[in-house]
């Protein structure tokens, strides 16, 4: 069974750090990439950032470039998004995903994860 377990998520002041975590099982980590993808209310899902995890590259949404970062530790199939400089816009239901894509699109992703809930405040 595939599960992606998204964890890390909380309450910070604008300005603060978070780092969310995303632990992988069922399926070949290195097949796939993993993404971030985010949804604010009443809003439409947005990447945030994505990591192949056969090659290592990134990419990010310009929103968060130089903010956020990703890195894959393989050896425990989790992947993590370290959240600098964090903005009260970045406050939304972070989910983390797996799939063959290239980019941050939604529908790139084809194994989702439950949402943990980041809150910034002003």
């Known amino acids: 069974e595939v599960q992606l377990q998204a964890s890390g998520g909380g309450l910070v002041q604008a300005g603060g750090s978070l780092r969310l975590s995303c632990a992988a099982s069922?399926?070949?980590?290195?097949?796939?990439?993993i993404g971030w993808i985010r949804q604010a209310p009443g809003k439409e899902r947005e990447g945030v950032s994505r990591?192949?995890?056969?090659?290592?590259?990134?990419l990010y949404a310009d929103s968060v470039k130089g903010r956020f970062t990703i890195a894959s530790d393989n050896a425990k199939n989790t992947v993590y998004l370290q959240m600098n400089s964090l903005e009260p816009e970045d406050t939304a239901v972070y989910y983390c995903?797996?799939?063959?894509?290239?980019?941050?699109?939604?529908?790139?992703?084809?194994?989702w994860g439950q949402g943990t809930q980041v809150t910034v405040s002003s």
């Open positions: 990591i192949s995890i056969r090659d290592g590259s990134t």
């Open positions: 995903a797996a799939g063959y894509g290239l980019g941050l699109e939604a529908y790139e992703y084809d194994y």
């Open positions: 069922g399926f070949t980590f290195d097949d796939y990439a």
